[in-house]
């Protein structure tokens, strides 16, 4: 991965001016932390959930896949207490991001770091598991819900129809990547139901979105490592559809391959070191590790050498991405500029 140059405010480029405050003080606060870094839970969760599948393809050690879980579930509970802090102490600056018609979509991210950590946490519990579960998948339907009701409102500016359109409604279909084995009986109906809205709002979306790109401006730089999003209904469609029929049938492999192509598109449009270093980058972090799971287990499927180096080849980008995204995170953290206006 190309190392992009470090942004003048790291804490907000990339969500289309995510909303700064309107405190006076130009110091790093807690107040301007973005709630798009939940990704970084999202891309942490899904390198662990992609090197456990490591782990049964090539016999990778285990405890790669429990370190990262560990460190997603940190991340979690620091970014959770940090941003609850920040809703007590600065209500207003969390209520804009709530409201503002793109930063509003990160929120997903939320609801998709609990789901992508019930997975991880089955490992250790699954009474635990299946009670976050329960707790994502309520979330979860619930910003869909929203989402979709403010959409329909009306008077959305076509330029707005942006990339992270996707994270409320694709969110559902990560229900079914995480809850397919669950035991409850109500659980297969609630997948059913997770697949049947997360599907057609991606179909719906990805086409707004695609047209927007076509005929409308370009996204400003910050904005561009949230293109690989667009990937993201293909390869979490995949392991959702995958996980439900337990098969990996043509369908599955059209949904695996328009995904994989997109990727090589798109990848030569984000990873350039024009476009700057922001929290916005961990955008790509979850895109990248569905992708990765999903040639691993397609691979599994196939049999095939050559999908199988794919697969390996795609894990080792995934986890040198995740490497680079969080040591420039640390940095900007430490040097005041990840929660600075």
Not at 92 to 119: C, K, M, Q, W, Y
Not at 140 to 169: C, E, M, Q, Y
Request: charged share 10%.
């Amino acid at each position: 991965m190309n190392s992009p140059s470090t942004a003048t405010s790291p804490a907000t480029a990339g969500t289309a001016g995510t909303i700064k405050a309107t405190s006076s003080a130009s110091g790093a606060s807690i107040e301007h932390l973005p709630v798009n870094l939940f990704a970084s839970v999202m891309g942490l969760s899904g390198l662990a959930l992609a090197w456990r599948s490591a782990s049964k393809t090539f016999g990778a050690d285990a405890a790669i896949a429990d370190a990262a879980g560990v460190l997603a579930i940190l991340v979690f509970l620091a970014l959770a207490a940090g941003y609850l802090y920040k809703l007590a102490r600065y209500p207003d600056a969390v209520r804009r991001e709530f409201t503002h018609p793109v930063a509003s979509n990160f929120f997903g991210t939320i609801t998709i770091a609990i789901l992508l950590l019930s997975a991880v946490l089955g490992r250790y519990s699954a009474s635990l598991q299946q009670a976050v579960w329960t707790a994502g998948v309520a979330v979860t339907i619930a910003l869909a819900f929203l989402s979709v009701h403010r959409l329909l409102r009306g008077n959305a500016a076509p330029a707005g129809a942006v990339p992270v359109w996707l994270i409320p409604g694709v969110a559902t279909l990560d229900i079914a990547v995480t809850g397919a084995s669950m035991p409850m009986p109500w659980a297969h109906e609630v997948n059913l139901l997770a697949v049947a809205v997360g599907s057609v709002l991606a179909m719906a979306y990805f086409v707004m979105i695609f047209s927007r790109l076509v005929h409308g401006d370009p996204l400003p730089a910050g904005m561009t490592p949230s293109l690989l999003i667009l990937m993201a209904p293909f390869e979490v469609g995949f392991l959702a559809y995958v996980n439900l029929v337990q098969q990996v049938d043509l369908f599955a492999a059209v949904l695996f391959y328009f995904g994989l192509f997109l990727f090589a598109v798109l990848a030569l449009r984000v990873f350039r070191p024009a476009v700057p270093f922001a929290a916005s980058w961990w955008a790509v972090s979850f895109p990248l590790a569905a992708l990765a799971s999903a040639a691993l287990k397609y691979a599994d499927a196939t049999g095939s050498a050559v999908l199988t180096a794919l697969a390996a080849g795609l894990l080792a980008f995934l986890s040198v991405t995740i490497a680079v995204l969080l040591v420039r995170t640390l940095h900007a953290l430490f040097s005041g500029k990840l929660l600075r206006t």
